[in-house]
């Protein structure tokens, strides 16, 4: 995990390209969960989610490094390919992007519009990023895994500025896709010597770490269809799984339709964007007991949702959390 010096320097490499992201206590939202609540806006980065930032840390690492490396690869279902294809233009280095088939539309569009080479294969994130891994070494680039050290430094600058911008939080909660969102909330938390709970959220429909934490083992499932995309995986990362394991307090699973009505909450009570992942906290939160008289953060991890997508779900007005 980074210490706090790895993270203040990874810092320097974020700030380069964009301002620290605001966290704010929206009293509808608190309202409707009974408690305080702090939002942390990560749909508010240049690329419209947290990832962005450890895209940045590792580029500018691997340029230092070696200023005449030709350009990274790796799989997404979204925001990770937008992250690098924004830090590698900084740069002016080549990105290619694997993504599964029947990816989100306007996710592809902003990857390409900021520079990188689309490639389309498999059914899901997994079987994408198994094909990056082979394509790398064909396309002379270098292969960026969905966890790396300097990915999860730099997006631990997000948890370094909730924690110190934001008073004593008693939990917080987060989404897990491949680790480094909450691996970076966690190791942030631990270095500045907090005693926050830190819950992680994944979809009941992509459970594979729910159901690895449970048991203690890395557990894979046969599929990960949801409509939280950022959180669609099948194959936990040992590494991540190994600091979720130590760090987190629990892993709680959230419905798409509990997704989609927290898609609502953030609109209705933030008048904010949020995508399936990014709502998830929202849902997580909706939904915990014990939480009356408690200080609790979100992380809004990202905005990016297909517009059709996203006025379905507002037009959608079956189930709505009710406010307290």
Known sequence: MPTLPAIEDAARSVYAAMSPTPQYAWPLLARRAGCEVWVKHENHTPTGAFKVRGGLHLLATLYAREPGFPGVISATRGNHGQSLAYAARRHGKRCMIVVPEGNSRDKNAAMT??????????????????HAARLAQ??????????????VAGVATYALELFRGAPALDTVFV??????????????????????????????????????????????????????????????????????SRGA????????????????????????????????????????PHR????????????????????????????RPALV
């Not at 990188?116 to 899901?124: I, K, P």
């Not at 064909?138 to 990915?151: I, S, Y």
């Not at 200080?295 to 959608?316: F, K, P, Q």
């Open 113 to 130: 519009a900021f520079g990188a080479q689309l490639v389309v294969h498999g059914r899901d994130f997994d079987e994408a990023r198994e």
């Open 138 to 151: 064909a396309e002379g680039l270098r292969f960026v895994g969905p966890f790396e050290p300097e990915l």
């Open 175 to 244: 989404p897990i896709g491949c680790g480094s969102g909450i691996c970076g909330l966690i190791s942030a938390r631990d270095a500045l010597g907090l005693a926050t709970r830190i819950v992680g959220v994944v979809s009941s429909h992509a459970n594979a770490y729910a159901q690895s934490f449970r048991k203690g083992a890395r557990v894979e499932t046969a599929t990960a269809a949801t409509i939280a995309d950022g959180m669609a995986v099948r194959v936990p990362v040992q590494a991540a799984l190994d600091i979720i």
């Open 249 to 288: 307090a629990d892993v709680v699973e959230v419905t798409d339709a509990e997704v989609e009505a927290a898609v609502r909450v953030c609109f209705d009570d933030m008048h904010q964007l949020a995508e399936g992942a990014g709502a998830a906290p929202v849902a997580a939160l909706l939904k915990a």
């Open 292 to 319: 009356a008289g408690k200080r609790i953060g979100v992380i809004l991890s990202g905005g990016n949702i297909d517009r059709d997508t996203y006025v379905r779900i507002l037009e959608d007005v079956s189930w």
